[in-house]
């Protein structure tokens, strides 16, 4: 597997000089009409494009499922290609004449190893596209970067310090430098904060600790109100795992953007009442806040009161819905054409992007305002189903095609542009967002919670974590996978749920997702039931991701093989997958296996 530093080139024309960097190559056959333009290479090893005469429906077509390539042009009179055949390092060797299984198994193949698909053309020679390669190239800007998990203090009312330690110590075997504890209004909160920081140093470890306020519950419409959360500051700020940039304390939110505390403008209110007093007190903060406001006021009535910004949407695709596809109501599988707006939008660095801009566009704007952080979300899961009678929230936003991994790919393939990432959630049961372990004080989410342990995800977090914080991939020491799979068929009717289907859930896929960590060169199997199986040769060592179609009734396993030896088996017994559930769940079901 490689990650890649996006990149951009020029239009490609018979004087422009092919890069001959490891990274990648580009080049073209005699005659070339082609024009490309790399915009990202996030998935799969160096691009080799050889062509004759090829079209941008064509490499449009296949680029969806494998890379992002854009601002393709050709003369129009030229031949359009068709996909005839699929081959890779001998896993599978098949005709396919329906575009998107041929898609389905290119998106397979770049992942994991050296894939081609040959594309015979209605005239003319024939081109090749060609997806691999093993050197690992991430970009190196040499900073520091920090990785933290958003901790809901409102889910661990009945937390001791014991507990506290035993999170902090699975966080920090996921790679996990700290905790942003979300503080909320309940009156018992800044006891379990206050015991959190205790257990924290009791440890006597470097592990961090930051406040998130939530200002999503907390009053900000006074200056009592800003002097409420200063408090917790004033009393961390010392504290020997309070979290420091810049020899500043680090302090976030959730929301916020509409606390004035006072004063005209919220930006008036939180420089006013919140950061200058604590810098004339000697306690100054690096305020990266999560403001749900558009870049240009990053970069503008924002850029004197934050010193960076924590996009909490960008964890997901949250774009991208049941209506802006036009699929509401839509039961049966889902057309080619918005399978790839899905998988474009998977772990996409789009979202983040424009606020990248604004936040450099701020720091240069400031005089003397210092270094400003950019702190991006990953999230493996979200979904929530409460009814109009407690919290009235039913929604998904689309998590399959692996897209918690693929989001720390992109995060690590642009790290020179990302200071920190917060895993969003550590344990937000009733978004389902949670990596943690399953506690006992969830906020009624019992229902779609229990029984779907997340945790598997903490030892494939330590990879990407140690990619993203020092820019190299560790090594791979033993076979791993992490399967993860929804409860019931998207389309079945519950017999007893009182909620409704959530929002998107027409936009999901009925598949396993499996992710391995691979040691090295091995063939990869899952199965759904005994005769929905499926089989990758790997070429080399790194994580792979594989997909399976689900089958009403069966399982879900995987196997790794090398040698002619199984090195790994993972059937998680109590899975099951139903067409007829009681209620709605479209959390996700995961299981990891390690191999002796």
Known sequence: MVYLQAAELAPIDPSFNIPTTPSFSIYSGSGSKLTAFLKSLNRSGHLIIQSTLITPSTIMFFARFTFTLAAISAASALPVWTPEQLQHSGGINRRRTDAMY???????????????????????????ISIGGNA?????????????AHFMIGNAFSYTKDLWKTDIKMAQEGGIDGFALNLGSDDWQPARLDDAYTAAKELNTDFKLCISFDMAVLPGNSASDAANIKQYITKYAGHPNQLLVDGKVFASTFSGEKSAFGHPTPQEGWTAEFKKPLEQAGTPVHFVPALFVAPGAISGDWSDTVDGLLTWNSAWPTDLTSQSQNVAGVVGALAAPVLGQVKDAVGSIDADTQFIDAVKSAASAVAGSGSKTYMAGVSPFFFTHYGADTFNKNWLYVSDDHLYTSRWSTLIANRDKVDMVEIITWNDYGESSYIGSIGKDQPKSNAWVDGFDHTALIPLTKYYTTAFKT????????DSVVLSARPHAKAAEATADGVGKPLNWELVQDKLWADFLLSGPATVTLATSEGTTQSWDVAAAGPGRFSLPLTVG?????????????VLTCKPEEYAFTDTPETYNFNSFVAGCVAE
Do not use: H, Y
């Open 102 to 128: 041929v898609n389905d198994d290119l998106e397979q193949l770049s992942n994991n190893g050296t894939a081609s698909v040959i594309l015979s053309p209605d005239e003319g020679g024939v081109p090749t």
């Open 554 to 566: 069966g399982f879900i396993s995987a196997t790794v093989t090398r040698d002619g030896k199984t």
């Open 136 to 148: 690992t190239i991430i970009p190196q800007d040499g900073s520091e970067k920090t990785v933290l």
């Open 471 to 478: 820019g190299k991939f560790p090594t791979i020491e033993k």
